[in-house]
């Protein structure tokens, strides 16, 4: 069976709304919301098809647009590549040229609408920043906190409270407080044992390479409107993580870094084939800075994750 290469894109308005279709009942997945694309004809371009679609089905000129995550999925008809854009700069007003209706829908809120399969990672996708702050080793209780706060308030969406070297319960109250500086403004990623899940219901959990191959055969812990992301360092881990249901993965390290100087780097082609078997998002971290966001998309990644690199000065 032919893979059939369908581009889609997550249009963001000024608001950073994203604009969602409902299929027609006769379509395929009829009934069910989507993002607005279509098939990529023979010779065409991913961002000619992207252009054509959206100016055929929404009445507007793409005048901006980047790669975000591209996915293979197999349904029991059909098998599909979507290759999916953010579109940052168009021109027109959208409308329903076909007659389907239309949505505009505050990212947070994309997982109460009812999607096709294939494009539950878009979905993730979507509400995922491009930057993930990872808290740095050996720190102090106070500077912690303090540096989570300057980071959220500068503009940070998503924190891993990472502290490999405070004991348990220490590590559990620092958290409650991260918790708080986090709300409403970032969300907050814990590490630890899978028994604290029930302590935190507000947070994600970011498993390590130990858990992944512990846990995987289990299956996820914990329903799909909470984040699950892990650590990964190569193919097996990154299956580890597909067969655990996650909805994001860190994967390390594309470069030389401080925190880890023995760590052998993937480099960027290696990590572009590894983002490419998955279908899921991918942070880039070690080495990788803010200047790295277009290279990292580029390579596929949803963005770049860092400890030293983005945690503010305090």
Known sequence: MQRIHVVAAVIRGGDGRVLIARR?????????????????????????????????????????????????HDYPDKQILLD??????????????????LEWVAPRDLHQYEFPAANKPIV???????QYLITPDGLEVPPMLRGIQKAVANGIKLVQLRAPDMYDPKYRDVAVDA???????????????????GDFPSAGWHLTAAQLRKYAAKGRPFPEHRWL??????????????QMGVDFVTLSPV????????????????????????????????????????????????????????????
């Open 24 to 72: 027609a009942d006769s379509q395929h997945q009829g009934g069910l919301w989507e993002f607005p694309g279509g098939k990529v004809e023979a010779g065409e371009s991913v961002e000619a098809a992207l252009a054509r679609e959206l100016r055929e089905e929404l009445g507007i000129e793409v005048s901006g647009s980047r790669p975000l995550i591209k996915i293979s």
């Open 84 to 101: 999916v854009r953010e579109v940052d700069a168009f021109s027109g007003e959208p409308h329903g040229a076909e007659g389907q209706p």
């Open 124 to 130: 993730a996708a979507a509400r995922l920043p491009d």
């Open 179 to 197: 918790a708080g500086l986090c709300a409403g403004k970032a969300q907050l990623m814990l590490k630890g044992p899978l028994e604290w899940l």
């Open 229 to 242: 992301a892990a650590s990964c360092h190569n193919a097996e881990e990154l299956a580890l993580a597909a």
């Open 255 to 314: 470069q030389a870094t401080q925190t880890h100087p023995d760590a052998l780097p993937l480099g960027w082609e290696q990590a572009a084939a590894l983002i490419d078997s998955v279908s899921f998002p991918v942070f880039l971290l070690g080495g990788v800075s803010a200047a790295d966001r277009e290279r990292a998309w580029q390579a596929g990644a949803q963005g770049v994750a860092g400890i030293r690199a983005f945690w503010p000065e305090l």
